[in-house]
């Protein structure tokens, strides 16, 4: 099943010449509906609305399947539009232990290949890894979700990560992003290691602007006994040492490109560790 655009075309209407038709009224009704969604480009960017997720089929090892949707992207003229996306079972993939990567362009055609860049004003859907037999292993979502009408799309809320080991975890967790932008992490710190400890945490990323890798660390904020001020979490001895407990962390904004995964690195550097670190990240703009 194709996918269908919705586009406004406007009618350079003229009077007593040009005529009202079925198709001008139902243009001008398509218009109307993607106004009352609230959709503008300023506020709030291309987005899927719902559905639109990817599944590794049941049957066939090699074939992902699209579940139908509706989604909004800016279209060539730089308005918004509306997508409504058909469920899809065409998609396979065929190469060893490599990542595909699924973009809905805006035609409301697919790209689907091993290229981690999508075209200009494409939206990311999903990534698809495979197994030495060229079969899909796993399949993981990166679509950008609308939470509200200006407000910023949380486009990675992994699950609680439970630290076991006093080794450099680097990273702790990564996520490749494909649409560069302002993006803004948070989180949550259960730290819980026998006793006080340095604790090392921080977000990489590829710099926007510098082309570069780049990084912030992130601080202990109250919440954790004996805080009175930010703790910068270094890893070092010039740092305090972190008592058992819960701790917030600063949140941390950065202009990250696509040259390079967003990462989070951690270790808890002595003791026995039971720690539990819960985090989000959004795109402001």
Known sequence: MSNTVYQYTPTAWVDHVTLGN?????????????????INPDLSGPFVLSGITCT?????????????????????????????????????????????????????AWQWGTSSTGPTNSLPICQATTDGSGNISAVTDVRFLLTGPGMPLVVQTPPEQHITTTTLLNPLWSWQPNIPGLYRISGSLYKHSGGNSYIYIRTSYWGKHSGAPSANT?????????????????????????????????????YAGTGDAIKVTYQDLSGTPDDYLLFCLERLR
């Open 56 to 108: 590794k089929d049941g049957t066939t090892a090699n074939q992902l399947d699209i579940a139908s949707g509706t989604a909004y992207v800016t279209l060539s003229d730089g308005t918004t539009g509306k997508i409504a996306v058909g469920a899809d079972n065409t998609h396979t993939t065929a190469t060893p232990s490599t990542t595909y990567y699924l973009f809905l362009l805006n035609t409301g």
């Open 22 to 38: 079925q198709a001008r009224m139902n243009n001008l009704e398509t218009a109307a509906s993607v106004a009352l969604h609230g």
């Open 218 to 254: 992130f601080a202990a904020v109250t919440g954790g006994p004996g805080i009175t001020a930010p703790i910068s979490l270094q890893g070092s001895a010039s740092v305090a040492q972190l008592a058992d407990g819960e701790y917030g962390l600063t949140t941390g904004c950065f």
